[in-house]
């Protein structure tokens, strides 16, 4: 691209010959001619300035031109974009359903058109209190056009139930590698998982022939005490007395044993 150049500066031409002046003419006459043929290079230098100039301006104009048209276009695009972007389905979805919070396969009506399918981890989270009532399973399916959503929640955090939820794409966290179940009735407890306890005054009774390795967790989720049975195994090397464990609300633990204890 031309580039804008200086305009070379005019000499100033001396005051000419004047036959009104004949005491001054031939000194004045020299010095008008001398100095016209430096006038006149300059004035041709002026000339290719302000041609260059002049192409350098158009050529500018021109870009200008060029790089707004390019602008327009992709303001365009991009208001496409946005617009295709608001209209294409999404992994978010709300309910306005009550439910319990708990393991199992749920069912919940959100909106249709929405992008779930099967095998997505989800999050669950209540809108009026996200952070403490949390559900965390895998889409087993949905119906694009109903909007009906199941999903085989393994873990889950709080208590209760609660009305109205948003479901989003996120992974469960950990629990010291165990699966998450969750008991509502006297049980045995199972090597490997994580016993989230539900219901008040519920037993879970450990193994009675533990093998070396085997990881047990519980919780109590409940909204009063429940009981763990130890089955005559030692814990930390000492058989407990009483042989159950009162659990307050909200207690838990992840035990592993040893080969000769629960540790």
């Known amino acids: 691209m031309t580039d804008i150049v200086n305009v070379p500066a005019i000499p100033a031409l001396p005051t000419p010959p004047s036959t009104n002046d004949p005491n001054n003419f031939s ?18 230098e002026v000339a290719e300035a302000v041609m260059t ?23 365009a695009d991009a208001a496409a974009s946005a617009e295709l972007a608001k209209n294409a389905p ?6 306005n359903q009550t439910l319990a919070i708990e393991a199992g396969s749920i069912d ?8 779930f399918v099967s095998g997505q981890a989800v999050v669950i989270a ?8 949390r559900m965390y399973g895998i889409v087993t399916a949905y119906n694009q056009d109903s909007g009906m959503l199941t999903v085989a929640v393994s873990h889950f955090s709080g208590v209760g139930s ?3 939820w948003t479901v989003v794409l996120g992974n469960a966290p950990a629990v010291g590698g165990l699966s998450v179940i969750n008991v509502t009735t006297n049980s045995l407890a199972v090597s490997g998982f994580y016993h989230a306890i539900t219901e008040p005054n519920v037993s879970l009774a450990m193994p009675a022939f533990p093998k070396f390795g085997d990881e047990v967790g ?11 049975q130890w089955n005559g195994v030692t814990v930390k090397g000492v058989l407990p007395v009483p042989a159950a464990m009162v659990v307050p609300q909200y207690g838990g633990a992840v035990v592993r044993f040893n080969g000769g204890t629960w540790v």
């Open 162 to 164: 609660a009305t109205g």
């Open 53 to 75: 100039n002049a192409t350098a301006s158009q050529e500018h104009a021109s870009a200008s031109q060029n790089a707004a048209n390019w602008a327009e276009s992709n303001a």
């Open 108 to 115: 919940m009506q959100v909106e249709s058109g929405r992008a």
């Open 126 to 133: 209540a809108i009026s209190n996200p952070t403490s009532q």
């Open 90 to 95: 999404t992994t978010h979805g709300t309910s």
């Open 218 to 228: 519980f919780c109590n989720a409940s909204a009063g005490n429940v009981i763990i």
């Open 27 to 44: 000194a004045r006459a020299d010095g008008f001619l001398g100095i016209l043929p430096e006038w006149s290079a300059r004035m041709g």
